[in-house]
């Protein structure tokens, strides 16, 4: 800690109406005044899938994003030397936490912050920044895809020095330490202007506001071929969608599309991040990326459109009239991988998360690499990416990512995308339909089942989990249970293991149902069910999803007894 006015502050015991609220000033320092403001703490600051995620309702209780953030400071030790980056999605109280984050920082003894300008970053510019400077970390306020707004939600991640998200073990190291929580220091500072360019003092803390979008698009330069990327734009047979979700990608996906590679006006959407993302739930699927879809679906419709989500980490990939499932995606990224200059020196391996589908093992074992089934969430990649073991990863849920940054990469994923259609000049669809002919199709669809009855949902799962002895063997119409298991990860660099990470249910003919509860839901329990169906027969692939699936679908409301747990005949949402 720097010295003067960052150690504890003597109690003067100035006292508040509230009891989290007693104030204490530290006499002696003469530059800030720094408090130290007693606290009580919240039960619930565990992080889930992605960080601390909860109604913006919640976050703006008196102290409660105080709490966290002092917890995490108490874990990081010795801030001073140190330089953290600070960002968020642009929605809904984004400034004005960042505000009271950057005077706690200052608080707290940091030595350096840098902030994205007007207090945006995207998830991956900000693990970009972390690596390119090597910073000791950052914060991101996001709750990603979901809804924003003040009746949206609020999310706070952190980032570590890798520039991935912290690990397990130190998000409940986090948790653990706001249970304890006693206190939390503050500066008394006016605000720090967050839109103007360049660096500014926060007591004894440096401040510098930074371009949040430069750093990342030099990294995309360095990736892939901006030059062909632009004669696809110049050659007048190419035109594409980008659909910003009035989140943090717009200002990214303008100053790449159309100021760098030349792509029109107009090819970028929703451009503008708003606090309320408009209205627009970021999430780019079908059901909310409904512009897009519509657009995409039209007699007119562009040759290729995408989407990113709140925080910039997601990506959609639409062909004309055509979606591709974000596990064909990985599969077929990993496939070209030797075609883009980043990648042209081969993957070291590849990784996905255990409920997307196995389309990127087969791709993996056509290329003689290795491939990692890790639990859901962008963190259990961290160490493989670090130890040259992979070098693509991907999840069902629209996150695609590689080892040039430490998460998923919304924007990453669809310069690949052009990348491949600036190379083959053939559509999304025909390459899709070319990957099944020569790897095989797994149709697969995710049933979610959002906001049910808490208890209801675990009693779900351990109804399930009770079965699992005894599934072995037992048919369900065509489908005979080959294998079922409640996955358990074991971490191949640190030997750190993950237990109750989904419900398994393997059939014959490669079939496979997976069911877990989601980490980043704010309302309720959110059932996850997975659904996944391998057919080689190129005959057979022409299918529609749902329908392929369909016995899948009934048997996996068979097993697990969703109508009765749930009370629900329908799932929320059908990606
Ligand atoms: C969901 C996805 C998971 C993803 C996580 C964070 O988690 O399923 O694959 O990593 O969101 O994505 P869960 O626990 O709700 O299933 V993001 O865009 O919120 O960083
Ligand atoms: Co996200």
Sequence with gaps: MSGKGIEEAKATGKKTDSFRGLITVSPEDETMTIKTVSTIPFTDQKPGTSGLRKKVSIFKQPNYLENFIQSIFNCLGELNGKTLVFGGDGRYHNKEALQVILKMAAANGLSKALVGQGGILSTPATSCIIRKYHLQGGIILSASHNPGGPEGDFGVKFNVENGGPAPEKITTAFYERSLSIENYKIVEAPDIDLDTLGLSR???????????????????????????????????E???????????????????????????????????????????????NLKYARELVEIMDSEVAPDFGAASDGDGDR??????????????????????????????????????????????????????????????????????????????????????????????????????????????????????????RKFGRHFYSRHDYEAVDTQKAHELIDHLRQQLPDLRGRHFGNLCVRNADDFEYSDPVDGSVSHHQGIRIFFEDDARIVYRLSGTGTQGATLRVYLEKFEADPEKQGQETQEALAELIKTANEIARIRFFTGRDNPSVIT
Aim: proline share 5%; glycine share 10%.
């Design 238 to 284: 190419f035109s594409m969608v980008y659909d910003g979700m009035h989140a943090v990608t717009g200002p990214y996906a303008k100053a790449i599309l159309i100021d760098r590679l030349g792509a029109p006006e107009g090819t970028v959407i929703h451009g503008k991040p708003l606090p309320d993302f408009g209205g627009l739930h970021p999430d780019p």
């Design 202 to 236: 926060l007591g004894d803390m440096d401040v510098e506001i930074i371009d949040p979008v430069s750093d990342y698009v030099e990294l995309m330069e360095i990736l892939f071929d901006f030059n062909k990327l632009e004669r696809l734009f110049s050659s007048g």
């Design 315 to 436: 990506n959609m990939i639409l062909g004309k009239r055509f979606f591709v499932t974000p596990s064909d995606s990985l599969a077929i990224l990993a496939s070209k991988a030797d075609e883009i200059p980043g990648y042209s020196a081969g993957l070291k391996g590849v990784a996905r998360s255990m409920p997307t589908s196995r389309a990127v093992d087969k791709v993996a074992r056509h290329l003689g690499i290795d491939c990692y089934e890790t639990p859901t969430g962008w963190k259990f990649f961290g160490n493989l990416l670090d130890a040259g073991r992979a070098t693509l990863c991907g999840e069902e849920s629209f996150g695609t990512g590689s080892d040039h940054i430490r998460e998923k990469d919304g924007l990453w994923a669809v310069l690949f995308w052009l990348s491949i259609l600036a190379e083959e000049r053939s559509s999304v669809e025909e390459i899709v339909r070319n990957h099944w």
